[in-house]
């Protein structure tokens, strides 16, 4: 388990109310920025503490890892310079009675502040600048032992059993196959040709397969058993990139899940990338070595070209700069 702060003063009231925490994925002029990049670090079972106008509002329990996402609706006028596709984790958190105010405690927290992205400065105040970072155990701890025991308890309790939620990813892909079934100026063979690669079948799993063989990982060969899976999701791209065969890996349904959904990737020599929030004893049995350097070939210039992407935007792991 890790332990998250997130400043919370402009998204609180959407966020506690809604059980998640949503980030743009870069800044306003297209810049990393690292309290965003955490979001792809989050694990569940993770606990994350709100500060709130100075106060500690809330703990929660992830209870998800990141995924790309639209921003909320209910956020309204709030960070209309937000870029509209973001990263969200499912959180149960649970409001504290008893709140406390870092500031007040500051000369015991000042010694275990993290030295590179503190969420508190020395005299005690919110870094404005933080969305969510990292905390030390040890900081961790400490902020536990003032807002009590039985507090984190009950939220860990509470968030013990997930809440039912609808596959948001799913349901936005869905929304967007609808919107091509009925683009009027696209023809119809090549609009379902473009919904069918949404599921890597029909003409995009076709020209993935003049350029890959077989499964990168397990070695598969028979097409019946294989999926074309996109490098540039599939909801991200034009459709053009859609059913472009470069921007697609021929895989096993276990091994497209875990490419999707970022728990694997790719460098451009060919290095297999394990996401450091993978569990490895179940890639293990899904097919996937853990261990050592792994090289599964090289790749087009084009698929290099999706695969950075991919692992911009899609792999669940941290790039802070």
């Not at 919370?8 to 990393?32: C, F, H, M, V």
């Not at 106060?55 to 909320?72: D, L, Q």
């Not at 490098?231 to 990139?241: F, G």
């Not at 993978?278 to 695969?307: H, P």
Request: aromatic share 10%; proline share 5%; glycine share 8%.
């Amino acid at each position: 388990m890790r332990y998250w702060w997130v400043n919370q003063n402009q998204t609180y009231r959407q966020e506690i109310g809604g059980g998640y925490l949503w980030s743009p994925k870069r800044k306003s002029d297209g810049a990393r920025n690292p309290f965003y990049e955490s979001m792809r670090e989050v694990a569940p079972g993770d606990l994350i503490f709100s500060f709130v106008d100075t106060f500690i509002y809330a703990v929660g329990t992830a209870r998800s890892y990141c995924r790309e996402s639209p921003k909320p609706t209910e956020f309204g006028l709030v960070g209309q310079n937000w870029e509209n596709i973001g990263w969200k984790v499912t959180v149960d958190f649970l409001e504290l009675k008893r709140k406390i105010k870092p500031k007040d405690h500051i000369e015991v927290l000042r010694p275990l502040l993290p030295a590179k992205y503190s969420p508190l400065r020395p005299d005690g105040d919110g870094q404005q600048a933080v969305y969510l970072t990292g905390l030390p155990t040890e900081f961790a701890e400490v902020l536990i032992g003032l807002i009590g025991q039985d507090a984190i308890r009950e939220a860990t309790v509470e968030s013990a059993v997930a809440r039912d939620t609808v596959d948001e990813v799913e349901d936005w892909e869905q929304q967007l196959e609808r919107q091509v079934a009925t683009e009027r100026s696209v023809p119809v063979t090549t609009r379902n040709a473009i919904v069918s690669a949404r599921v890597g079948q029909g003409l995009f799993k076709q020209r993935v397969a003049e350029i890959e063989a077989c499964c990168r990982i397990t070695r598969v060969e028979n097409s019946a058993h294989l999926v074309a899976s996109h490098c540039k999701p599939w909801r991200d791209s034009t459709n053009d990139e859609r059913l472009n065969g470069e921007n697609g890996l021929l895989l096993t349904p276990s091994i497209d899940h875990l490419f999707d959904r970022g728990f694997i990737g790719f460098e451009d020599d060919g290095r297999l990338i394990v996401s450091p929030v993978a569990d490895r004893s179940s890639l293990r049995q899904m097919g996937v070595e853990v261990e050592g350097i792994i090289n599964v070939g090289t790749f087009t210039e084009g698929q290099k070209r999706f695969l950075s992407f991919h692992r911009d935007f899609v792999l669940l792991r941290s790039t802070r700069v």
